[in-house]
Nanobody
Framework: QVQLVESGGGLVQPGGSLRLSCAAS????????MNWYRQAPGKQRDLVAT???????NYSDSVKGRFTISRDNAKNTVYLQMNKLKPEDTAVYYC??????????????WGQGTQVTVSS
């Protein structure tokens, strides 16, 4: 089975920075998309950023210019560098990946989430 584990969350003041990591492990042949979602209290889970196997990236309008997604294929890890954080960025951040597991098949996996709190 494949597992995704997020890390790097915490409490930060407005304007501060955090770097989230999500490491995938298990029976992985390769990984297509790697994504970051977030879910604030009382809100739905929204896509924040995505990166393809070719390093093509996309961002939600709310984080564009402040967040940067990247990946290290050798480590099966995706990162989210978050700068100029705002209180409205407060949420649980979830990693998601489209993982090739063999026989030309793929499955989506989710991490357990890491809490990011932006507050003074």
């Amino acid at each position: 089975q494949v597992q995704l584990v997020e890390s790097g969350g915490g409490l930060v003041q407005p304007g501060g920075s955090l770097r989230l990591s999500c490491a995938a492990s298990g029976s992985i042949v390769s990984i297509n998309f790697m994504n970051w979602y977030r879910q604030a209290p009382g809100k739905q889970r929204d896509l924040v950023a995505t990166i393809t196997s070719a390093d093509v990236t996309n961002y939600s309008d709310s984080v564009k210019g402040r967040f940067t997604i990247s990946r290290d294929n050798a480590k099966n890890t995706v990162y989210l560098q978050m700068n100029k954080l705002k209180p409205e960025d407060t949420a649980v951040y979830y990693c998601n990946a489209d993982v090739i597991i063999g026989f030309g098949t793929h499955k989506y996996y989710w991490g357990q989430g890491t809490q990011v709190t932006v507050s003074s």
